[in-house]
Structure formats: structure tokens, C-alpha cells
């Protein structure tokens, strides 16, 4: 069965960095795109970007530009998430998503699983 | 960026009522777009994907239509199981954006 396991919570100071994983397992890792999305406490949803884990090319959001940085490592089958100059904005939860195959082949599912997330706090 | 406007943002419906949530785009999305149900505590899960999909073993009562900028998301008839909040996602554009989310809360 398809499984993103999410690292654990994680307390940041402000200007720090905080890199995160996402373990795939269940399928073939570098078979499906990976996406980051963000919550902030009791708020909505915010795309953060993907990354292709077959040969590693990504896209971020315009408002993570210069701070996000998604990479991976096939052998383990885990992607990571480095989100760096933490302000106290940066205060959500964070999952990673796969973009699936539709059940008929034709086409894909976008964010058919997601992990449990990660709650990352940022306070001094 | 594509904006999403959900409406209503919270709705309060009993058992067996049939309710509808809207998505509009602020342009042509052609179909790319989901409907997601998120739980407290959880993350979202996937319900309706390609605008009028369902997907794999989601209750049939769920149903979503629309194409352009004008979507809907409909449950037929509400169960308890049914509270939660709704989100609706476009992908056909750089940024992804998920709209505002609808607070349903069974009476």
C-alpha cells in the first residue's frame, strides 16, 4: 500500500533553517511527482512546489523563492524539503503529497496520498 | 496566479440534506481541478479529481461537475461522517491554489 512517512516535529528559532522527509514506500518513488503543502494553524491550504524524483527538477512558488530547496535521495526513497530564514509566518504544518495515476490510466490524480505532516513551530 | 473563490465558507446542514460548494476561477481552468475533505487533524484526502471524477472508494453521494471557471462539489445526501472541512484545488496553472475551504458542520 502507498505510504508517505513524514519526519517528526520540529521547533525552529527565527532565521534558522529546517529541512524535512517525506519515505515513500508502496510504489515506485521515482515514478511519481512530489509536492509540498503548507497549513498554517486552523487556516487554509498553500502549494509550495514539486519535484520530479526522477532526475530531481522542481518549481517552487514565487513566495518561497530563494528560501525553498526540494531534493531527494532515490536509494532510500525519500524526498526533503529545506525551507530556510524562518520567520514566525513559517509556523504550519507541512505535507508532502504524490501526484498519482488515474485508475484508468489516462491521466493522473493530483495529491491521491499525502503524508501525516509535520507541524514545524518558529519561535524565539 | 489563479484565484479560487469558494463559497459559502462555512455551512451548517442536517443528516440527508443535499449540499453544494462552489469553486470560481479567476480564469479558464479547463477541468483541472480537485475537491478535497480535510478532518481535524488529518490531511486532506482526495474525493473528486478532473473536476467530476470520483476517486477510487469515495462514497458515490459525492459527485463534482463544472469546466471553465464555474465548479460545483455536491454530497446528495449528508452523513454524519460527512463534517469536516472542503477545499478545492486548480493544477491546470503555476502556482497550484487551493481555494479558502468550506467549514460544514452537521446540525
Known amino acids: 500500500q502507498v505510504r508517505l512517512e513524514q519526519s517528526g516535529a520540529e521547533v525552529k528559532k527565527p532565521g534558522a533553517s529546517v529541512k524535512l522527509s517525506c519515505k515513500a514506500s508502496?510504489?515506485?518513488?521515482?515514478?511519481?511527482?512530489l509536492h509540498w503543502v503548507r497549513q498554517v494553524p486552523g487556516l487554509g491550504l498553500e502549494w509550495m512546489g514539486w519535484m520530479n524524483p526522477d532526475g530531481g527538477a522542481t518549481a517552487y512558488a514565487q513566495n518561497f523563492q530563494g528560501r525553498l530547496t526540494m531534493t531527494r535521495d532515490t536509494s532510500i526513497s525519500t524526498a526533503y524539503m529545506e525551507l530556510t530564514s524562518l520567520t514566525s509566518d513559517d509556523t504550519a504544518m507541512y505535507y508532502c503529497a504524490r501526484v498519482g495515476l488515474r485508475p484508468d490510466g489516462y491521466g493522473y490524480v493530483v495529491f491521491d496520498y499525502w503524508g501525516q505532516g509535520t507541524l514545524v513551530t518558529v519561535s524565539s | 496566479d489563479v484565484q479560487m473563490t469558494q463559497s459559502p465558507s462555512s455551512l451548517s446542514a442536517s443528516v440527508g440534506d443535499r449540499v453544494t460548494i462552489t469553486c470560481q476561477a479567476s480564469q479558464d481552468i479547463n477541468v483541472f481541478l480537485n475537491w478535497y475533505q480535510q478532518k481535524p487533524g488529518e490531511a486532506p484526502k482526495v474525493l473528486i479529481y478532473d473536476a467530476s471524477n470520483l476517486q477510487t472508494g469515495v462514497p458515490s453521494r459525492f459527485s463534482g461537475s463544472g469546466s471553465g471557471t464555474d465548479f460545483t462539489f455536491t454530497i446528495s445526501s449528508l452523513r454524519p461522517e460527512d463534517s469536516g472541512t472542503y477545499y478545492c484545488l486548480q493544477y491546470d496553472n503555476l502556482p497550484y491554489t487551493f481555494g479558502q475551504g468550506t467549514k460544514l458542520e452537521i446540525k
Open positions: 508502496g510504489y515506485s518513488f521515482s515514478g511519481n511527482y
